[in-house]
């Protein structure tokens, strides 16, 4: 049925798409002139450029590359893409990989992928200066992938360090539980083998 708003919605306001398959759509209606970004099959996704922490910047703003979403990795690619995000100091991006893996993969392995995910988005909430959410949810992260650990019976997955990684992530917060100021999150990569 063509009721004049279905177009609007599926083309966008101007009947256009940007380079990232976004288009700008108006609401419902068509007519509360709020702008919504949507991919090529209508979803709500948030073209807006972000910063290196993922934070939203302006439209039109020079941000970093965002990492591509839905991207099924081997886990070794997983853990090599996560590890040089984390390093380069964009924990975000790093949780967005993990989160590919989380969603992915195995239904057995969910939790030791999520751990993950919510420790690099602690480091981030770290960064930005979240001290309580950071503190949050790197413990909760570590929690989530020990308990993994412990319920498979694997303590080095794809030879992923988790007593170490959970080591890393209650030290960063207790930091951020005794001094709440932003951390610099290269300085504070783990390294997801060991040793970090």
Same mark, same amino acid.
Not at 16 to 35: F, I, M, N
Not at 71 to 90: C, F, I, K, M, N
Not at 137 to 166: E, K, V
């Given at each position: ?23 700008d ?42 990492? !591509?979403?839905?991207? %099924?990795?081997?886990?070794? /690619?997983?853990?090599?893409? +996560?590890?040089? @995000?984390?390093? $380069?100091? &964009? ?14 993969? !195995?239904?057995?392995? %969910?939790?030791?992928?999520? /751990?993950l995910a919510?420790? +690099?988005?602690? @480091?981030?909430? $770290?960064? &930005? ?23 498979? /019976? ?19 917060a ?23």
């Amino acid at each position: 049925m063509d009721d004049g708003q279905s177009s609007d919605r599926d083309r966008g306001q101007d009947g256009d798409a940007d380079a990232t398959g976004a288009a700008d759509v108006t609401g419902a209606a068509g007519a509360s002139g709020v702008r919504r970004d949507r991919d090529a099959e209508g979803r709500a996704r948030n073209a807006r450029p972000r910063d290196g922490l993922g934070r939203p910047l302006p439209y039109g703003s020079a941000g970093v590359e965002r990492q !591509p979403e839905g991207v %099924r990795r081997s886990p070794a /690619g997983t853990l090599a893409e +996560a590890q040089q @995000l984390l390093d $380069a100091g &964009r924990p975000f991006h790093a949780h967005e990989v993990f989160e590919d893996a989380w969603k992915s993969g !195995p239904a057995a392995e %969910r939790p030791l992928w999520r /751990g993950l995910a919510q420790m +690099a988005v602690g @480091l981030t909430h $770290a960064a &930005r200066g979240n001290a309580r959410g950071g503190a949050r949810l790197l413990r909760r992260g570590a929690r989530s992938a020990a308990d993994w650990s412990t319920t498979s /019976g694997q303590p080095r997955p794809y030879g992923l360090a988790l007593a170490d990684l959970a080591t890393w992530a209650e030290t960063l917060a207790a930091r951020l539980d005794a001094d709440p100021s932003p951390v610099d999150p290269s300085a504070w990569s783990p390294t997801l083998g060991g040793g970090g």
